[in-house]
T-cell receptor, first 113, second 114 residues
Framework: NAGVTQTPKFQVLKTGQSMTLQCAQDMNHNSMYWYRQDPGMGLRLIYYSASEGTTDKGEVPNGYNVSRLNKREFSLRLESAAPSQTSVYFC????????????FGEGSRLTVL | AQKVTQAQTEISVVEKEDVTLDCVYETRDTTYYLFWYKQPPSGELVFLIRRNSFDEQNEISGRYSWNFQKSTSSFNFTITASQVVDSAVYFCALKETSGSRLTFGEGTQLTVNP
């Protein structure tokens, strides 16, 4: 069982470049999320999608865009990367937003120079 | 606003010792859920437990136990007879029933030495 799969696992960007992080889940979950993890700050929610066709801002959405491509896939795009976006990004899914039990991918480490 | 505080940034113990990870939360909601997640060195967060605010019974699962006290807004996690494989970052999290966001604490790095 793959669970939640993220790509790429590692990426180095220059300031101003753009990139998209891909996420797919095979658990037939309705809700999907993007978090970022920074030292000493825990995980912070960037965007989430409560169900297919909807997306909402989380705690730290600035500088990011998302697309819920279908029920399985939820991508995160950085249009113009900044050094402050250097972080580890996690995609997660849950059956519904209300359940709260999240299943996480392995993370994507992004460095912006 | 909801908030989770894990005051212990790092804990180091010797194998077979018992260890308690502290979690204190703040919320204005009367109904909410509390969680613990484990992040081993491989990086992927793993769900450990969910408790709802109506159920203050302590829970035990093998060497793991959780103590939920609404009076002190705490949801502490104890590992009995710790093992090297328990070494990980542990996150406490809170979700208000009325909201959609899971709020994480800053995490506690647990190192269990042989």
């Amino acid at each position: 069982n793959a669970g939640v799969t993220q790509t790429p696992k590692f990426q180095v960007l220059k300031t101003g470049q753009s990139m998209t992080l891909q996420c797919a889940q095979d658990m037939n979950h309705n809700s999907m999320y993007w978090y970022r993890q920074d030292p000493g700050m825990g995980l912070r929610l960037i965007y989430y999608s409560a169900s297919e066709g909807t997306t909402d801002k989380g705690e730290v959405p600035n500088g990011y865009n998302v697309s819920r491509l279908n029920k399985r896939e939820f991508s995160l795009r950085l249009e113009s990367a900044a050094p402050s976006q250097t972080s580890v990004y996690f995609c997660a899914s849950s059956e519904w937003v209300s359940t709260g039990e999240l299943f996480f991918g392995e993370g994507s480490r992004l460095t912006v120079l | 606003a909801q908030k989770v505080t894990q005051a212990q940034t790092e804990i180091s113990v010797v194998e077979k010792e018992d260890v308690t990870l502290d979690c204190v939360y703040e919320t204005r909601d009367t109904t909410y859920y509390l969680f613990w997640y484990k992040q081993p060195p491989s990086g992927e967060l793993v769900f450990l437990i969910r408790r709802n605010s109506f159920d203050e019974q302590n829970e035990i699962s093998g060497r793991y136990s959780w103590n939920f006290q609404k009076s002190t807004s705490s949801f502490n996690f104890t590992i009995t007879a710790s093992q090297v494989v328990d070494s990980a970052v542990y996150f406490c999290a809170l979700k208000e029933t009325s909201g959609s966001r899971l709020t994480f604490g800053e995490g506690t790095q647990l190192t269990v030495n042989p």
